[in-house]
């Protein structure tokens, strides 16, 4: 229940860090909020020769708001995120996933963007971040490029994130004004990993009838994905497996029961924001 | 293996000691400080005993190296009061059977410390979420949200007539 000995870098600019990283190839792993990284070293799951701390590069503890995108640095808390009534305010779905994702103190600490990277298909980031088309920017010492949310989950903890690369940053277009948005999940205890999510985001046109629908799922698959935006079709998108928690027959119900519903909220704010 | 000097603020003492890289905050609080007050649960971040404030926010101390609290401010349930000098969550966790074996008292005191600070009239329901990070095995609960809200009503007394 101790972490196995590691050499401890704590780097101050985001130069050093990727230089770091790329010296280090697959010895080294990055700590962040540390929310996800640290039980697996207290139980030796991850036993890294490394470790990298962003902590100290406080360039990167930042968010804002672009227009219409959620910007997200590396080191923002998810806390400070649910602190910005205006983000907020802007995106329900957001306002709905925040809450669920462990507890308060959890929160305090743990990032958006490792939440993103350690990509847990469980976890609610990565949810959000497919169902509104967001964007990884990614740093190596080949230089920065762009991952688009689709292409980045690549599997059970599994990403395109090659050796050496970090995620410095997180885009989050926002839906629409007028748009509705919502976020579900089910877990057997509040904080808990969920069973299954689903986010939706529905438009209308003037005269009240929808004009674009999203819908994403996690916790069916090892990545979140994009799912038909119909409760009917949106289950054959997914390919839950039994586990000890439940069966895959009742996982496939639960797709189609949580794509129902959150498309249903979303349909519901939208034309309450529409009024 | 190496270690490393980690000096930080504690209780609003400074403190310093050498640990290794990989001791956590828990750890260093306890092993190398000596301020037993913050319990060890689970070590993965689960039950909460081990919470603490880290710049004013809860944090699990278990879930952070010591080398991360560098030139941070800790507060422990021993900055909060003593047994002299009890801080109202610890008169009200007394007051009202909050606490059974007290192994997870340290931690809900302190979530329960944020908690009232953002929240100065708790309410019940709020309540259960915002503490649901702290896992308590004996009172079933009811006790130790009585105890927050017992510790608000002491907290919004004026200071003289508290002592």
């Known amino acids: 229940m101790k972490p196995a000995p590691f050499e401890y870098h704590a780097p101050t600019d985001l130069g050093e860090a990727v230089r770091l990283l790329a010296a280090l190839g697959e010895h080294g792993r990055l700590l962040a909020g540390g929310q996800s990284l640290m039980p697996m070293l207290n139980l030796r799951l991850a036993r890294p020769e490394a470790i990298v701390d962003l902590n100290r590069i406080t360039a990167l503890a ?14 923002c808390r998810q806390r400070e995120i649910e602190r910005d009534q205006e983000v907020l305010a802007r995106c329900a779905a957001i306002a709905d996933a925040i809450p669920l994702i462990g507890h308060i103190g959890i929160r305090n600490r743990g990032t958006v963007v490792g939440s993103l990277a350690h990509a847990d298909p469980s976890a609610e980031w990565p949810v959000l971040a497919v169902l509104l088309d967001a964007t990884l920017e990614v740093e190596g010492v080949a230089g920065r490029r762009s991952i688009a949310a689709q292409d980045f989950f690549k599997g059970l903890f599994a990403t395109d994130l090659r050796p050496g690369e970090l995620v410095v940053e997180a885009r989050f277009p926002l839906p629409p004004a007028g748009a509705g948005s919502a976020f579900i999940e089910v877990a057997r205890r509040h904080g808990d990993f969920a069973l299954g999510a689903a986010a939706a985001v529905v438009e209308l046109a003037a005269d009240g009838s929808v004009t674009a629908a999203r819908l994403a799922l996690g916790g069916f698959d090892s990545v979140p994905v994009r799912a038909t935006p119909d409760p009917a079709a949106a289950a054959a998108d997914v390919h839950p497996v039994d586990d000890v928690h439940a069966p895959a027959g009742y996982r496939r119900k639960l797709a189609e029961t949580l794509a129902r519903r959150a498309l249903h909220l979303a349909e519901q ?4 924001a529409g009024r | 293996m190496k270690e490393v000097e980690v000096r930080l603020t504690v209780n609003g003492r400074e403190r310093s000691a050498r640990c290794e890289p990989r001791t956590t905050l828990a750890d260093f609080l306890r092993g190398h400080l000596g301020l037993t007050g913050t319990h060890l649960g689970c070590e993965h971040g689960v039950c909460g005993a081990c919470t603490v404030l880290l710049d004013g926010a809860t944090a699990r101390s278990c879930l952070m190296l010591a080398v ?5 401010e ?3 349930i021993e900055g909060l009061g003593t047994p002299e000098n009890p801080h109202p969550l610890m008169r009200a966790f007394s007051e009202m059977h909050g606490l059974q074996c007290g192994f997870c008292t340290p931690g809900f005191i302190l979530s ?3 908690y009232l600070r953002e929240n100065p009239r708790p309410d019940r329901q709020a309540m259960r979420k915002d503490l649901s990070g702290n896992i308590c095995r004996c ?3 009811v006790k130790i949200f009585a105890a927050v809200e017992r510790a608000a009503e002491l907290m919004a007394e004026p200071e003289a007539a508290r002592s």
Not at chain 2, 68 to 72: A, K
Request: net charge neutral; proline share 0%.
């Open chain 2, 139 to 141: 009172t079933g609960y």
């Open chain 1, 62 to 75: 930042y968010h804002r708001l672009d227009d219409e995108t959620l910007v997200i640095g590396a080191l």
């Open chain 2, 112 to 114: 329960a410390h944020e």
């Open chain 2, 74 to 76: 800790v507060t422990t």
């Open chain 2, 68 to 72: 991360q609290g560098q030139g941070h």
């Open chain 1, 269 to 272: 704010r939208a034309r309450k």
